[in-house]
């Protein structure tokens, strides 16, 4: 999954202990490497790295997740299937916000100005390549812009540019809507399996 997926299920500011400790290692955990690099973290925050971490294991493992890379190999992606769905994932969470975030009060572009805020006021915390990622983040907003098929586009098309040997990425925008209905079907489905083993699992649980 890719950061809106990541931010979301970290919980909630009303019922989960150390919530923000919480936003911050599931944040960090992008570029937080081993053992060493979890450890160099207060307890709180590494707490937040595991459900990262325990997020991005689930998601590899499901088998509908599976048949959604599978088809996205096919389209000719190869490798880099597995990123072009997790960025897509967060498309289809943006276009259906409502339908995906617990709190029906908080619009996507509400809950986005509230995280770019929160990671911003720590971003000492983060390590340096995201603390210059999260500025263009915050300056572009790109959780609000994966809502938009413009928005998916560029996450894929700079992500292209910046991984090595990654330039197919450019073209996974478009393998990814073209076929549109299939992936929503699979993300519709994996989404509440997500959810409630995040849930189940809990932050508290990953110490």
Known sequence: MNFLAHLLLSGSPATTPNYTDIVVGNFAAEAVRGRAGLEAYPAAVQRGIRLHRFIDSFTDAHPLVRRTTARLRESGLGKWAGVVSDVGFDHL??????????????PLAAFAQRHYALLHARR????????????????DDWLTGYAQPQGLERAL????????????LATGAAAFLAELPAYESDFREFWPELRAAAELTGADRLA
Do not use: C, I, K, W
């Open 93 to 106: 969470l943006a276009r259906n916000f409502a339908r995906y975030h617990q709190d029906a009060t908080e």
């Open 124 to 139: 000492q915390e983060l390590p340096e390549r995201l603390q210059h990622m999260l500025h263009y983040m915050r300056r």
């Open 157 to 168: 098309l700079g992500l292209s540019r910046r991984a090595p040997s990654g330039a197919v």
